[in-house]
């Protein structure tokens, strides 16, 4: 967890410490309720009485942010974290999420991570915090912002009569990004973590900032134990097919026959695939499994939590994916990215010179359609050729890379 810049090796200052025993007569038990180690129902991690303890550390500027979206959005916002630690270096950060996006939130920079439930409803009707950062254009999580106590709000807010809007100026570039097409498509060529930055005020430095994912080690090790009962040995030059993505927005994922051949191309040099995917992709995966039924193409499953599907990206040597969640986990794991574009937006994603976009020639892209009646489609007119030529590219850099 976070430690303050300020150290106290003696412990938490005495005017830090209550004592509700002294008002029982009991012998003295003095408790640091400042402390963002401090729990209340249990001891602490460290089992200390709080007088003296080497660990005290106050929390700070107290922060909430507020970020449920999709899983990659989620993700992706993590590069904010860096920014608000030098800004806020003594800070107790507080992240209300989604519950299936709660273990993309790093518990290594954020202190505590809540569901959307009616228990955190509960909490903000009592708590009270120093900023809030309000990051959804939703108005159910904008709403929250509204309950949050703080002098400081700054984001999307919702206003009496339930319309979102930006709660400080800055929010007002990123906020009309979701109303004007035109300015979302085809003029605006920043980055998302560029303008979230900006719009929450937040300082962003592309040559520092980057995504924060914490994968357990036990995640690692099962993804180890997976590679080796497949055949692969560590260092092998992997790459990670994932052909899934989500299903909001039409042609936001290749074609079963674009990843087929391009698979084929792959066993044909003898390069070692592993398919990738979650629940939405196991069928398409057992499918293309089944179909190449080759010594060098893996189905190594895809019922995985998300710190495993996580581990297995990091064991990649390269990653082809659509725009999704699989794309900002193989960011996030410091693989080599490829990623394939088709109805939505290539330019806001950061690729940290880390990979190659792969977009598609169509005029009318990007769309963010939920349905497409156009043939051949975005999708259909990348060629695999197209994305094998990136794969052997990004399997050169990633060799150089560790030579």
Same mark, same amino acid.
Request: charged letters at 25%.
């Given at each position: ?97 989604? /519950? ?15 569901? *959307? ?6 909490? #903000? ?18 709403? #929250? ?12 807010? *919702? ?31 920043? /980055? ?128 082809? /994916?659509?725009? /999704? ?32 976009? *792969? ?27 197209? *994305? ?16």
């Amino acid at each position: 967890m976070n430690k303050d810049q300020r150290a106290f090796p003696s412990g938490p200052p005495s005017e830090k410490l209550v004592d509700f025993q002294a008002v029982r007569g009991l012998s003295p038990f003095p408790v640091a309720l400042d402390c963002r180690y401090y729990i209340g129902d249990r001891p602490c991690r460290f089992q200390r009485d709080c007088p003296g303890c080497p660990h005290y550390s106050p929390q700070g500027t107290r922060i909430l942010i507020l970020k449920t979206g999709a899983l990659g959005d989620v993700l992706r916002t993590t590069i904010l974290l860096g920014g608000i630690k030098r800004q806020f270096p003594e800070s107790h950060i507080t992240w209300i999420t989604a /519950t299936s996006a709660m273990p993309l939130v790093p518990r290594s920079l954020v202190d505590r991570v809540w569901p *959307v439930s009616p228990e955190t409803l509960g909490r #903000l009707h009592v708590e009270s915090f120093d900023l809030v950062l309000s990051l959804d254009k939703e108005p159910e999580v904008a709403a #929250l912002a509204m309950l949050a106590k703080a002098p400081e709000k700054r984001g999307m807010g *919702v206003n009496d009569r339930g319309a979102v809007y930006p709660l400080n100026p800055e929010m007002a570039y990123y906020f009309r990004l979701g109303l004007d097409n035109h300015l979302k498509f085809h003029v605006n060529r920043r /980055t998302y973590p560029d303008l979230l930055a900006e719009a929450v005020r937040i300082p962003y430095d592309p040559a520092r900032d980057d995504y924060h994912l914490d994968i357990a080690e036990k995640d690692r090790e099962e993804a180890r134990r997976i590679f080796l009962a497949q055949g692969l040995e560590p260092g092998q030059p992997v790459v990670g097919i994932n052909s899934g993505a989500g299903g909001v927005f039409v042609n936001k994922d290749w074609t079963f026959f674009g990843y087929l051949d391009l698979i084929r191309e792959l066993d044909r040099e003898k390069i070692p695939v592993v398919l990738l995917g979650g629940d939405r992709e196991s069928q398409r995966v057992s499918e293309l499994h089944r179909r190449l039924k080759s010594p060098y193409v893996k189905d190594v499953g895809t019922q995985h939590s998300l710190g495993l599907f996580s581990a297995l990206a990091e064991n990649c040597r390269v990653i082809v /994916t659509g725009d /999704t969640l699989g794309m900002h986990v193989g960011l996030a794991v410091r693989s080599r990215v490829i990623a394939i574009f088709g109805s939505t937006q290539p330019h806001e994603i950061e690729m940290f010179d880390r990979g190659e976009k *792969v977009v598609t020639p169509i005029e009318c892209a990007p769309c963010y359609r939920r349905s497409c009646d156009i043939h051949p489609s975005c999708m259909e007119l990348i060629r695999h050729e197209t *994305v094998m030529d990136a794969v052997r590219r990004q399997l050169a850099l990633s060799h150089s890379s560790r030579t």
